[in-house]
């Protein structure tokens, strides 16, 4: 609280040289975020940023851009430091 307006995610995967172009991740994306004749782009405005196509890229091609990672992954070893004591909310 306050709730805050969803400004949509601020990182979405996209592939790198490795992608040799097969259109797996494009099958596979939830989303129809990526465009099957550009499978290497992702479209950020219908990406969910479920890093689905990162997990099924046989080339491991796609990832996150790597400051976005980096500050994804400071933000967390934060946020997820130590024990949270459980809490319930009527
Ligand atoms: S699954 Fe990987 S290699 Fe295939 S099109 Fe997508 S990014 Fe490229
Ligand atoms: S992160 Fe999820 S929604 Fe975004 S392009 Fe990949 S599979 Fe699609």
């Known amino acids: 609280m ?3 307006e969803f ?3 601020p990182a979405h995967p996209k592939a790198g040289k ?3 172009k097969c259109g797996l991740c494009a099958k596979r994306c939830p989303a129809g975020a ?3 004749e550009r499978p ?3 479209d950020p405005e219908k990406c969910i940023t479920c890093m ?3 997990a099924v890229c ?3 091609a796609r990832s996150l851009p790597a400051p976005m990672l980096l500050a994804s992954k400071t ?3 934060v946020k997820a430091a130590g024990y949270k004591k459980p809490q319930t909310f009527l």
């Open 34 to 36: 990526i465009p099957t």
């Open 40 to 42: 290497d782009t992702t």
């Open 2 to 4: 306050p709730y805050r």
């Open 58 to 60: 046989p080339k491991k």
């Open 52 to 54: 689905r196509c990162v």
């Open 7 to 9: 400004g949509g995610m």
């Open 75 to 77: 933000m967390l070893s």
């Open 18 to 20: 490795d992608c040799v």
